[in-house]
């Protein structure tokens, strides 16, 4: 009796360890409504266009520019910035965010920058901390809520295109 009863609790350990992996592993998928995704959804060819009439816009007000360097030392812009899946599930796991607001931002090195906040159902942003921390004292075990003076926090540090795009990619070619 005490090895079936091993092996069905090894069994229905497996079993959970597989569901658990299943649901939050790593090939596991984010949940879409495909409906509400739809309505920010375009054509390729309409992003390879908006992205080849940018570089070209930049590059006319850097020509109009009485001082052509201006733009680059005081608004250096990226093509685009990539923020990995974990920085934007930060964002969507943060209570009661039901999407992703992006602003422009400027940095101490003159960098615009996309600064992301997670919004809830009316469109408002939502403050607080992003990412739980582990207790110094207690290895393990995450904090589940900021501390007293500590600040909320927002995602930025994408990794900047040019340094970073994919080359291959039709929005990024000439």
């Known amino acids: 009796m005490k090895r079936s009863q091993t092996v069905l609790y090894l069994i229905i350990l497996l079993l959970l360890i597989l569901l658990i992996y299943r649901e939050f592993g790593r090939g596991g998928s984010i949940p879409v409504d ?3 995704a739809k309505e920010h959804v375009i054509a390729m060819t309409d992003a390879t266009a908006y ?3 940018f570089r070209a816009g930049k590059a006319e007000l850097e020509r109009r520019l ?4 201006y733009l680059a030392r005081n608004f250096n812009l990226p093509a685009a910035e ?7 599930g930060a964002l ?10 992006i602003y422009l931002g400027l940095n101490e090195k003159k ?5 992301l906040l997670p919004v809830d159902a009316k469109g408002k942003d939502i403050s607080g901390k992003l990412v739980a921390y ?6 393990g075990v995450q904090r589940a809520m900021a ?5 909320p926090e927002a995602m930025e540090r994408g990794h900047r295109c040019p340094y970073t795009c994919d080359a291959e990619s039709p929005v990024t070619q000439p």
């Open 147 to 151: 501390q007293e003076g500590e600040d």
């Open 134 to 139: 582990e207790t110094p004292w207690i290895p």
């Open 82 to 88: 990539l923020f990995n899946r974990h920085a934007i």
């Open 34 to 36: 495909k409906e509400k």
């Open 92 to 101: 969507l796991n943060k209570k009661g965010a039901e999407g992703i607001r």
């Open 66 to 69: 009485q001082d052509s360097t």
């Open 111 to 115: 960098e615009v920058v996309f600064v």
């Open 51 to 53: 992205t080849k009439a």
